[in-house]
């Protein structure tokens, strides 16, 4: 089952500017992961943010973590065409916490 | 991290065939798990590839058509039977290392 949604479903920016893509979820939950997967490639793994932690940077990537709200938060600072993928939130499934369910994705387009 | 070499890369197959996707990890590691990706869409979850047992599938999915083994902790097959159209999608296998979950490229089937 679902358990993460992501909003926008889709952004279209321009190169320099920052972008932010949002993810919701149902129950609680030990971990969420962020993944950015380019066209027609496996998916690549960002960031971890674990349920005690708030935020968490990498480079470019800030990931928040609102327990209470049962949402998530990347950004992307200083976007560039590079960064052009799809990019899914993923959290423990609702039956285990060994099982990882995946969002639908945000499409993001970054424009030269 | 965990290093997944998945093959076949892409395949086009035939109705009615079967066809088994090979998964091998770098290391040794205690959970794998095969997802699938149909055309646009997010990734869901096939099954747990249990080192040992029968692999734990998910709701719509079952072991005669998607039989899975697992002999060590290394090594998973992804068997996808009898095909059909319906059944073009990208496989992916993936493993769990320090709480992160980690991707191979995924194989590509497209059933004629």
């Known amino acids: 089952s679902q358990q993460g949604e992501e909003d926008p479903q889709a952004l279209s920016i321009q190169e320099g500017e920052n972008a932010t893509m949002n993810c919701s979820y149902k129950t609680s939950i030990n971990n969420l992961q962020w993944y950015r997967q380019n066209s027609g490639r496996g998916l690549v793994h960002l960031i971890l943010i674990r349920s005690n932690e708030r935020e968490k940077h990498s480079g470019r990537l800030r990931v928040t973590l609102d327990t209470s709200k049962k949402s998530s938060s990347l950004l992307i600072t200083a976007s560039r065409a590079a960064d052009t993928a799809s990019y899914f939130c993923?959290?423990?499934?609702?039956?285990?916490?060994?099982?990882?369910?995946f969002g639908p994705g945000t499409s993001l387009s970054v424009i030269p | 991290s965990a290093v997944i070499s998945q093959k076949p890369s892409r395949d086009i197959c035939q109705r009615g065939t079967s066809l088994t996707i090979q998964c091998q990890v770098d290391s040794q590691v205690t959970m794998m798990f095969w997802y699938r990706q149909q055309p646009g869409q997010s990734l869901t979850l096939i099954a747990t590839?249990?080192?040992?047992?029968?692999?734990?599938?998910e709701s719509g999915f079952v072991i005669d058509k998607f039989p899975i083994s697992r002999p060590n902790l290394t090594f998973s097959t992804l068997t996808v039977s009898n095909m059909s159209p319906e059944d073009s999608s990208i496989y992916l296998c993936s493993a769990q290392d320090t709480g992160e979950l980690f991707f191979g490229e995924g194989s590509r089937l497209t059933v004629l």
């Open positions: 993923a959290t423990d499934s609702e039956t285990s916490y060994d099982k990882v369910i």
């Open positions: 590839a249990n080192q040992g047992s029968e692999a734990t599938y």
